[in-house]
């Protein structure tokens, strides 16, 4: 005990030793409104303790897998349905989206329109059965039906190629925000980012990654609906005037409020829409949270509740980007020469809270913004390690005869890891857009996990066999497509064209995993039945 006491009071240290150095420090280079800006460090410090004490009190509740996993299951619907919410209304939300509407206007609607449509669907195909089913992770509900070593085996990779690309867009917003708010070069900021999140799940478990989230849910709801109501005050509550105003600003004027995205075609539509919609019945760390509730019913209660909030401040982008163009748009302060907005496309929300209530109101959106991250990268992480450690080592590795604190351990271990590997992806990825990047994470869920979660629970015919041929090659496709696609080929990669022009490419890699699961399934039932028959007649 003294010395997981002492652990936790060196990581704390070592993690706010170079905030606090830093707090009188200038802003960034390019500051929003210049200067240094104190009062947005001391919130932001002020929130970072918060958190820091809830995994305090959450270490103190976390003795056994149970807890540190699914926080004992006894988180009741509505506050599973603000954390849930809280995995959300993240990064890809209040700064992602903003900025996507703030460069293209009507497109970063359509992402809004989207992921606020995929949570219902999720009470709808899975919620309840996966309650039932399962207890720790998506491989404990295929491994009801199917044979448990090889599933677990590819359900945990799947696992973590949903993580570690989903990470990257937290990543990328929160080290960001960092060197906006306090100067850091980007590389030192997310190695803040990382010592954070590891410090939360390794000490907090699923208990402090819950409580946090539903904190920083409120205050994010609480912080964007106050900009809105200035944003709306400053237009003399007309919306009418913010996107007048934001139409005379952006480059394409009144073309920015036709969506851009259909310009790939039909194709490229239809793919993006199934990506939005249905990703997230797929993601990991979102279906690890309906083991925390008590029963199938508070499950229910929770998609509510959830629903409720994300379509709630989802609605309010549509004020908070128009406005963000419309506000600071044009103005040097906030953007440079070519239009481009000073810190990266990410930051047009933190430039319009201190356009609208200067140092005082960008230092509560920034921290509240940071804190979100956190906990959402947390609830990431926590997904990534546990199927490393329950999955891999407990149920294939030492075949369910690890002890508690060893599969704890490990699990730790692999947050470790995990943490690490983020921070590296971020660095690479810093460029890109946070909620763009977050579509490609739902594109690889739809074309692996969710597959499988779907003919597991609806289809009787599915075969072991057929489950990891469809999710391989549904992974497969998903990664190699969009490594050869715009996103990495083109704007990682920096060649002049794409191979794969679609993207995201869920309409080509999700209906192949549906086929081959299908297929393989089909055929090796029959091969099964004919081999049966082939050995009742060599006994005769």
């Known amino acids: 005990m003294n010395a997981g006491k002492t652990a936790k009071i060196a990581t704390t240290l070592a993690v706010l030793l170079p905030v606090l150095v830093t707090g009188t420090s200038a802003l960034a280079a390019e500051p929003a409104g210049g200067g240094a800006n104190a009062t947005a460090i001391s919130l932001?410090?002020?929130?970072?303790?918060?958190t820091l004490g809830i995994t305090a009190w959450a270490a103190k509740r976390t003795r056994s897998t149970s807890d540190f996993y699914a926080a004992g299951g006894q988180i009741?619907?509505?506050?599973?349905?603000?954390?849930?919410?809280?995995?959300?209304?993240?990064?890809?939300?209040?700064?992602?989206l903003a900025g996507l509407v703030f460069a293209s206007g009507f497109d970063g609607l359509i992402f809004a329109v989207g992921y606020s449509t995929g949570l219902p669907l999720v009470v709808f195909l899975v919620a309840e059965r996966l309650r039932r089913l399962g207890r720790f992770t998506i491989a404990d509900v295929l491994a009801t039906r199917l044979d448990e070593r090889p599933i677990r085996i590819f359900?945990?990779?799947?696992?973590?190629?949903?993580?570690?690309?989903?990470?990257?867009?937290?990543?990328?917003?929160?080290?960001?925000?960092?060197?906006l708010l306090f100067g850091f070069d980007y590389i030192y900021a997310q190695l803040l980012v990382g010592a954070l999140m590891i410090c939360y799940v390794v000490f907090g478990g699923m208990m402090a990654t819950t409580w946090v989230q539903i904190i920083k849910a409120a205050m994010l709801i609480g912080a964007g609906l106050i900009m809105t109501i200035a944003v709306l005050a400053h237009f003399g509550f007309s919306y009418?005037?913010?996107?007048?105003?934001?139409?005379?600003?952006?480059?394409?004027?009144?073309?920015?409020?036709?969506?851009?995205?259909?310009?790939?075609?039909?194709?490229?539509?239809?793919?993006?829409?199934?990506?939005?919609m249905l990703g997230t019945a797929g993601l990991p760390h979102v279906l690890m949270r309906f083991f925390t509730v008590p029963d199938a019913r508070a499950a229910r209660v929770s998609v509510f509740w959830g629903t409720l909030c994300v379509s709630g401040f989802f609605a309010l982008i549509f004020v908070l980007g128009f406005g963000a163009l419309a506000i600071i748009g044009g103005d040097p302060s906030y953007v440079d020469a070519n239009g481009a907005v000073r810190g990266g496309g990410n930051m047009a929300t933190i430039h319009l809270a201190h356009a609208l209530g200067g140092n005082?109101?960008?230092?509560?959106?920034?921290?509240?913004?940071?804190?979100?991250?956190?906990?959402?990268?947390?609830?990431?992480?926590?997904?990534?390690?546990?199927?490393?450690?329950?999955?891999?080592?407990?149920?294939?590795l030492r075949r369910g005869r690890s002890s508690e604190a060893s599969e704890i351990m490990i699990s730790?271990?692999?947050?470790?890891?995990?943490?690490?590997?983020?921070?590296?992806?971020?660095?690479?990825?810093?460029?890109?857009n946070v909620a763009y990047m977050i579509s490609l994470a739902y594109a690889i869920a739809c074309s692996s996990t969710l597959p499988l979660l779907l003919l597991t629970l609806y289809w009787g015919g599915l075969t072991t066999r057929g489950a990891i041929s469809g999710g391989m090659v549904g992974l497969g496709a998903a990664v190699?497509?969009?490594?050869?696609?715009?996103?990495?080929?083109?704007?990682v990669l920096g060649n002049a064209a794409p191979i794969f022009p679609i993207d995201p490419p869920t309409i080509v890699s999700m209906p192949l995993a549906f086929f081959t699961a299908w297929f393989v399934s089909v055929m090796s039932r029959r091969t099964e039945q004919v081999s049966m028959a082939t050995g009742l007649e060599a006994a005769e």
Do not use: C
């Not at 619907?77 to 809280?86: P, Y």
């Not at 359900?155 to 060197?179: D, N």
């Not at 991250?373 to 149920?395: E, F, K, M, N, P």
């Open 412 to 432: 730790r271990f692999a947050t470790v890891g995990l943490g690490l590997l983020s921070v590296a992806l971020g660095i690479v990825f810093q460029t890109q």
């Open 76 to 96: 009741s619907g509505f506050q599973n349905g603000i954390a849930l919410a809280g995995d959300f209304i993240s990064a890809g939300a209040l700064l992602g």
């Open 240 to 276: 009418d005037a913010v996107i007048a105003r934001a139409i005379a600003v952006h480059p394409r004027h009144e073309a920015m409020m036709s969506p851009q995205v259909f310009s790939g075609g039909t194709l490229q539509t239809i793919s993006l829409g199934l990506t939005l």
């Open 155 to 179: 359900t945990a990779f799947a696992t973590l190629v949903i993580v570690v690309f989903y990470l990257i867009a937290q990543m990328v917003g929160a080290g960001q925000l960092i060197r």
């Open 480 to 491: 190699i497509l969009t490594v050869l696609g715009p996103p990495v080929w083109v704007k």
């Open 360 to 396: 005082p109101l960008m230092g509560i959106v920034s921290a509240v913004s940071f804190a979100t991250i956190l906990a959402v990268v947390a609830g990431l992480t926590l997904a990534g390690a546990s199927s490393v450690s329950h999955d891999l080592y407990a149920r294939i």
């Open 44 to 50: 932001f410090v002020a929130i970072v303790l918060v």
